[in-house]
Structures are given as structure tokens and as C-alpha cells.
């Protein structure tokens, strides 16, 4: 198993403002996931995180919006540019292990 | 696309009753079936993860069951407890072996009444 901490744990922000969102794993790992969760909804991926390669990311998410940063087998960022209120959201890191996935605790985002 | 439906979306039951969680997915050609709970405002709890070469799993009162033919899961709580209150997320990967990205339902929400 992994052990994944976030940092924050939650944030208000206001509008147009960024927000960057750590995510720590006890263990080195080759992808790391980051998953938005809108009010109300289930989990939606963002991207792919590997190690030393570009971030993939899914249909309706951009690289401008939602950059990401991989710097070693342990950790990764994502900002969250340009904030809006449609951007509140629970964002969740998490990774694979034997198939299995493992998740953080989450940052909970309030857009102001 | 893979698609994951999760019925019912809410759930009340009175503290003790057994009660059953459904699961379903488009796509049978998967090789694994995970469950999660999720407290409000918080992360994800992995509970159990089937094989697909598994027909069930168990965990405490929790059993999870996976029919990959008819594309359907269920998760058994046995002797629900006000602390089983949370919601509960089924997920499939994405597509093929060795794809770690997931597919999630939207959940059950289950509230235990003592």
C-alpha cells in the first residue's frame, strides 16, 4: 500500500487567482493520477503525472488551466490557474499500485 | 467508453440491517473492480478490490461480489453500524491490463439511523 499526504487540506480563494496543491507519496511510484470532484459528483480525471515526461491529460482539461509539475518518483503539483467559482471542487491525487489505487486525502477549494 | 452505474443513489437504513450496494459497467473486459468510501469533504478509503478471476472478496462484515459476464458488482454490508454512514464508490480502470486510470460511479450515499 501507499500512504499519500495533500497539501492544503482546504483553501478559499478568490477569483483569478492560482492555487497549487502538493501531493507527498511514502513510496517512489512511476504515475501519479490527479482526480477533480465537483459538488454533488463522482470523481473525474484530470491527468496523468509520469516522472520526467509530460503530463497527459484528459478531454476537457488543458495544460494552461491545470499545469502540472513531476519532479522526482515521490511527488507532483497541480496548480489550478485562474481560478472561478466553477473551479470548487475536491482535487484528489492518487496512484497505482498492483493494480490497486490509492488516494490522498484530498484538497477541498472554495472559489470565492 | 466504460460507464459505471451505481443504484441506489441514497440509501436510509435503521442500525443492524443488511443491506446490498449495486454496481454496474458497460465494459466486461476489465481485470479488476475496486470499492471505496468516502466521508464527506474527505478522500477516498479503498474497502476492496476483486479480481477479475475473483467472484468475491471479504473484509470484516463487508463482501464484495463481481460478475464480469452480466457486468455487476455488489457490496454486502452485514450488521450496519452509524459509522458505515459515508458514500460508497465503486470504480473500474480505464481500459486493458496495466491501466492504472479509473472509471467511478457517482455512489450511494448510505445513512445508518441508530
Known amino acids: 500500500s501507499a500512504v499519500i499526504s495533500q497539501k492544503p487540506s482546504r483553501d478559499i480563494c478568490q477569483r483569478g487567482t492560482s492555487l497549487t496543491i502538493q501531493c507527498q507519496v511514502d513510496?517512489?511510484?512511476?504515475?501519479m493520477f490527479w482526480y477533480r470532484q465537483q459538488p454533488g459528483q463522482s470523481l473525474t480525471l484530470i491527468a496523468t503525472?509520469?516522472?520526467?515526461?509530460?503530463?497527459?491529460?484528459e478531454s476537457g482539461f488543458v495544460i494552461d488551466k491545470f499545469p502540472i509539475s513531476r519532479p522526482n518518483l515521490t511527488f507532483s503539483t497541480l496548480t489550478v490557474s485562474n481560478m472561478s467559482p466553477e473551479d470548487s471542487s475536491i482535487y484528489l491525487c492518487?496512484?497505482?499500485?498492483?493494480?490497486?489505487?490509492?488516494f490522498g486525502p484530498g484538497t477541498r477549494l472554495t472559489v470565492t | 467508453k466504460q460507464e459505471v452505474t451505481q443504484i441506489p443513489a441514497a440509501l436510509s437504513v435503521p442500525e443492524g440491517e443488511n443491506l446490498v450496494l449495486n454496481c454496474s459497467f458497460t465494459?466486461?473486459?476489465?481485470?479488476?473492480l475496486q470499492w471505496f468510501r468516502q466521508d464527506p469533504g474527505k478522500g477516498l478509503t479503498s474497502l476492496l478490490l476483486?479480481?477479475?478471476?475473483?467472484r468475491e472478496q471479504t473484509s470484516g462484515r463487508l463482501n464484495a461480489s463481481l460478475d464480469k459476464s452480466s457486468g455487476r458488482s455488489t457490496l454486502y454490508i452485514a450488521a450496519s453500524q452509524p459509522g458505515d454512514s459515508a458514500t460508497y464508490l465503486c470504480?473500474?480502470?480505464?481500459?486493458?491490463?496495466?491501466?492504472?486510470?479509473?472509471?467511478f460511479g457517482k455512489g450511494t450515499k448510505l445513512s445508518v439511523i441508530p
Open positions: 492518487s496512484v497505482g499500485d498492483s493494480y490497486e489505487q490509492y
Open positions: 465494459d466486461s473486459a476489465i481485470y479488476n
Open positions: 503525472a509520469n516522472q520526467g515526461s509530460e503530463a497527459t491529460y
Open positions: 470504480a473500474v480502470p480505464y481500459s486493458g491490463a496495466g491501466s492504472y486510470q479509473l472509471t
Open positions: 513510496s517512489q511510484v512511476t504515475m
Open positions: 476483486i479480481q477479475s478471476s475473483q
